[in-house]
């Protein structure tokens, strides 16, 4: 494990550093001092894992591809943007528009995290990706979903209202949400829908929940005891009506 | 009218500290602040508003006035000796500062409104005027704050730099807010940088107001007119028509800033509550602020973050002890704060609030 | 006297033909009759209705304008020498149906509607909430509130009557005699379902159509037809119906011909009498006459509903507007140059009056110059097309559109101007009962609601490009609004800045 300090580096100069030493075959990597320092990660050449102390700036991780990033505290806006494999972890809370188009690898929030978590989430090929919030979320949760599994555990929200705000998986036409908890009708978006969950959902819960609870210490097996939702799109085309040709035939 | 032809969007960062007990707050706590945004702003305006600053001249509308031309400062002077009782007039200091290129010619008056002047209407209406008066018919002269106790610094610059330039180091006050702005499609002038404000009111703000256009026509109904080419000042016109002029409480106007959805507001149980929100917004839709934003107001006794209704800019508020400190990143909180007992981002549509506690020598 | 005039349309029906006859029994002018069987047109009857084309089972039918040349003269247009041949002949006032027709300039077309891009982001109109609910009625200036420690507030004023509209468009009066009762039904359940209002005009309200009263402005007019208590007490809103663009100035004449039964029973009159609609209220001389109607119709329904006046735009319809909602008129429709009619004077349909957009800007301006643009609606409406001509009306300055052509012709209106002749074919301004029943109403109703919703998505769709969310923050928002190849005085009344300008 290699550790340094970030402070007084801007944030192309501790990338930089993350490149070389990542590319001298350093595998284990801790920074510390990251104070708002941008595309955390970004371009890194995979497998290395990084652990992160302090609060790392917008961007974190944006377009990853294989590496491990885990923040021990608070993220801000834009992580994980479109990330493409790898794992992002965060033991805090995460800002606005957390794993926009991602379309592989897992992303683990540990808190909440703001608005459009896991919007324009694809599913590609054999990739599937994983969103987890442990806490709640809020407006346009998997707005235009495609594909992947977004998990919102609700925890600190148990008996509340809403571990989801508003409009939760409008435009969805793919993938699947599960949300611990209740989601009451008004809160879903225009194309998605509720459905109960089945056995194989909670098949597949425990597997991906199995590594988040044991990262983060949580009781696996007390959250799969309760009750959980599903949201799923409610057509693959929703908007078949909407248009119409202005020539030919009607 | 010039001031009719074009507006000009702006982008940025935002960041505003206020000590709840009324202790005063160095002029660098705001500059670090808004300097561990830097990569927010592009260098092409930054500025502060700092509340509590001119204790001894507590009584007096202080009006911070940009010069671009030296014959408009006598103009200014002599409309001032006339319709005001002009107790200091003193240029602001600067030091020459790496970044800034020294701009218009920055001068402060210490005023106070003679009561036979008034007739009809309020000291502050009165005030109001002589500022719309001064932006609309001195081109060249700008009234940039005309509150109590309180003072605008701006310029064009990283907010770092403005704040040297200005000397801010010098000043002490209970609360700050700051900008650092990123224009996009720019005249880059000094008039043009954050904070906007009018007597007590101040605004910096993140976005672009979409609705610019009728929220302008709207104020002008009541006088005011929009001369300063950034579509941020309309929002302490509205500010000032609504809570001061219409005497509606902040709660009001964040229904009537950033409404809730008429969904949200036909699902209200409360049947009074919903026909209060209901006729808000029936009243007073040209009020509304739409596009994205994130903006803090600073008014005498406290700080406001909002964003706009469906949260398409970023806002953290943390608080440590009586510190409250609102900015557009959290990492930036770190820089002023050590050891905040909590971080949040307010929802959409929702304030976070600062409150002043102490109120002797509060500015206004 | 001899006939100098030639047809206007030559009818060819092509080899395809399969002698249905179908033509025939569609063409209510009697344009085409039958020789051996076979289709044979009349080609000075026909008005270009396209009905028979239409639905003609092979297609085979195809009308044009018949090709024998006049020697060109721009200014002596064809239709001028015509006219004048009509009028030598028969000594008669030019009458027409629809809209002015002539090639003015159209505003609307050189107006642009901006779009965001980067600064700030557009709104996905789809998946992102898009709120287009307006309120017809006064506004206060502002509110009062009883505010509590917690923030907590509750409303201490009351405000005046307010309507709802889901959407910023409604229905334009169009009067039982000018349509028939069939294009009533159509209107009224499209409005309901819908969520807007229709307006019935000024020949008064089927009592059929009261069950539909909620989603129903009643018009008053100098006739007073049809005009009593109970026709006020089911009204969603009266407005008092002073002027329309297509006849400014001018009043209208149902022909006894086309008073049924059924439109006198509405208009409380005789059957078989004239219906007289002249252009002056006789009790309505001045704005403080205007006033005491206004007055006198809100004291009528007990002040609980909205009460409007309807005002074609005129020159200085600025000052007109000024005063009518000094006069208490909570809600004001201005009617512009390009508006349609059952029938008018073709001199005063083409030539009287201004442009819609003109009107609603100085309007809107005036208003606002004296602060009591809230204090009223503005609907503005003569000849909206399409949701952007409705957006663009929005953006200069007013609350909500109201469309007559535009929703006769979904219902099968080709705009061939022959309202006035009662013999229209499509079954719309029709009292022949054979005819009228060629308007299915539920299938009319259908075809108005699916041009209303279209064209409400598209606005969605524009708003959400400017970035807007709401439709009030569009609403007289001109900034986002350009013009091209406009004079300077023209931009200068709208308030509009030239494209390129930033």
Known sequence: MLEFSAKNMSHRELNFALRQLVLSGEREIRVCGVCGHRYLGTGLPGPASITVEGVPGEDLGAFLDGCLIRVLGNAQNFVGNTMNSGQLIVHGNAGDIVGYGMRGGSLWILGNVGYRAGIHMKASHSQTPVLIVGGRSEDFLGEYMAGGVIVVLGIGCEGSTRPVGNWVGAGMHGGTIYVRGNVPGHRVGKGAKLAPCQEEDLTQLEVLLAPYCREFGLNLAALLGDPFVKLVPASPRPYGRLYVSSVGEC | ?364 | ?502
């Open chain 3, 1 to 502: 006297m001899r006939n100098y005039l030639l047809p206007e349309f030559r009818i060819i029906i092509g080899p395809e033909c399969v002698r249905c006859l179908r033509c025939v029994r569609e063409c209510s002018f009697g344009a085409m009759e039958v020789a051996e069987g076979i289709p044979k047109p009349r080609n000075q009857r026909c008005v270009a209705c396209r009905r028979c084309a239409v639905f003609c089972p092979t297609g085979a039918i195809s009308i044009r304008p018949l090709e024998v040349a006049y020697r060109t003269n721009s200014h002596w247009s064809e239709r001028a020498r015509q006219d004048i041949l009509r009028q030598a002949q028969t000594g008669g006032v030019l009458l027409c149906g629809a809209g002015n027709d002539l090639d003015y300039p159209c505003i609307f077309d050189r107006l642009l509607l901006d779009a965001s891009q980067v600064t700030s982001p557009s709104i996905d109109p789809l998946r992102e909430p898009m709120e287009l609910v307006t309120y017809l009625g006064r506004k206060p200036v502002n509110v009062t509130l009883e505010t509590r420690s917690d923030g907590s507030f509750r409303l201490t004023s009351q405000l005046p009557p307010q309507l709802k509209l889901e959407v910023p468009i409604i229905f334009g009066a169009m009067s039982l005699g000018a349509v028939n009762l069939n294009v009533h039904r159509s209107l009224a359940r499209a409005a309901r379902e819908l969520g807007t209002l229709w307006n019935c005009g000024e020949g008064g309200l089927h009592r059929e159509l009261y069950q539909f009263g909620p989603c129903t402005i009643v018009q008053v007019a100098s006739g007073r037809f049809g005009v009593h208590q109970q026709y006020l007490d089911i009204a969603a809103a009266i407005e008092i119906k002073m002027g329309q663009g297509a006849k400014p100035g001018i009043g209208g004449h149902l022909p006894a011909e086309k008073v049924t039964p059924e439109i006198a029973a509405t208009r409380l009159i005789p059957v078989g009498s004239d219906a007289l609609s002249p252009a002056p209220h006789h009790d309505i001389y001045s704005i403080e006459d205007l006033a005491t109607l206004v007055s006198a119709l809100k004291e009528a329904t007990h002040h609980t509903k909205p009460v409007g006046v309807k005002i074609a735009a005129v020159h200085h319809i600025a000052a007109i507007a000024s005063g009518a909602v000094r006069a208490g008129a909570d809600f004001l429709t201005i009617d512009g140059f390009r508006g349609g009619t059952g029938a008018a004077p073709k001199a005063v349909r083409n030539h009287v009056g201004i442009p819609l957009e003109l009107a609603l800007a100085a309007v809107d301006d005036r208003l606002r110059e004296e602060g009591i643009r809230g204090e009223v609606t503005l609907i503005a409406s003569g000849g909206i097309r399409h949701s952007a001509d409705a957006l663009k009306a929005i953006a200069l300055g007013a609350d909500a559109v109201a469309i007559g052509s535009a929703a006769l012709i979904a219902l099968g209106c080709t705009l061939c101007q022959a309202c006035h002749t009662g013999r229209c074919a499509w079954g719309i301004t029709t009292q022949d009962p054979e005819l009228a029943q060629r308007q299915d109403v539920e299938e009319g109703a259908a075809r108005l609601v699916n041009l209303v919703r279209a064209w409400s998505t598209e606005i969605k769709e524009m708003l959400g490009a400017l970035g807007i969310n709401a439709i009030e923050s569009i609403r007289g928002n001109r900034e986002r609004l350009r013009a091209i190849e406009l004079g300077e005085e023209t931009t200068s009344i709208l308030g509009v800045k030239v494209a390129g300008k930033e």
């Open chain 2, 1 to 364: 009218m010039e001031s009719r032809q074009y507006y000009v969007p702006s982008g940025c960062a935002t960041g505003g500290i206020l000590h709840e007990a009324g202790e005063p707050i160095s002029g660098c706590e705001i500059a670090a602040l808004m300097g561990a945004m830097h990569e927010r702003s592009n260098g092409l305006g930054g500025g502060f508003a700092g509340y509590g600053i001119y204790p001894e001249m507590a009584d007096c509308y202080a009006l911070h006035v940009m010069y671009d031309r030296e014959d408009k400062r006598r103009a200014v002077e002599e409309l001032l000796s006339g319709s005001t009782f002009l107790v200091r007039s003193e240029r602001i200091p600067t030091r020459s500062t790496a970044g800034v290129v020294p701009g218009p010619d920055v001068w402060r008056y210490f005023v106070q409104v003679p009561p036979r002047n008034l007739e009809s209407l309020t000291e502050e209406d009165y005030v109001v005027r002589l500022v719309m008066r001064i932006n609309l018919e001195l081109p060249g002269a700008w009234v940039i704050s005309s509150g109590r106790n309180l003072g605008v610094f701006k310029g064009v610059g990283y907010p770092e730099d403005i704040a040297n330039y200005y000397r801010l180091d010098e000043y002490k006050g209970y609360m700050w807010i700051g900008h650092g702005r990123f224009p996009t499609n720019t005249v880059a002038w000094w008039g043009g940088a954050h904070p906007f404000s009018l007597l007590e009111w101040s605004v910096v703000h993140n976005g672009e107001i979409s609705s610019y256009g009728i929220n302008r026509r709207y104020v002008e109904m009541f006088g005011y007119r929009c001369t300063l080419r950034t579509d941020t000042e309309v929002l302490v016109y509205l500010i000032d028509l609504l809570r001061r002029r219409h005497g509606l409480p902040w709660t009001a106007l964040w229904a009537i800033l950033a409404p809730p959805f008429w969904e949200q507001i036909e699902r209200m149980r409360d049947q009074h509550k919903r026909a209060a929100y209901t006729a808000l917004r029936q009243v007073y839709g040209s009020a509304m602020v739409n596009g994205p934003f994130s903006i803090i107001i600073a008014h005498s006794r406290g700080m406001i973050g909002l964003t706009d209704r469906v949260k398409l800019r970023p806002l953290v508020a943390a608080r440590a002890g009586a510190l409250f400190v609102l900015a557009s990143e959290e990492s930036a909180v770190s820089a002023v704060l050590r050891s905040p007992e909590a971080i949040w981002a307010p929802r959409a549509g929702f304030p976070a609030e600062g409150v002043l506690q102490r109120s002797e020598a509060v500015a206004g």
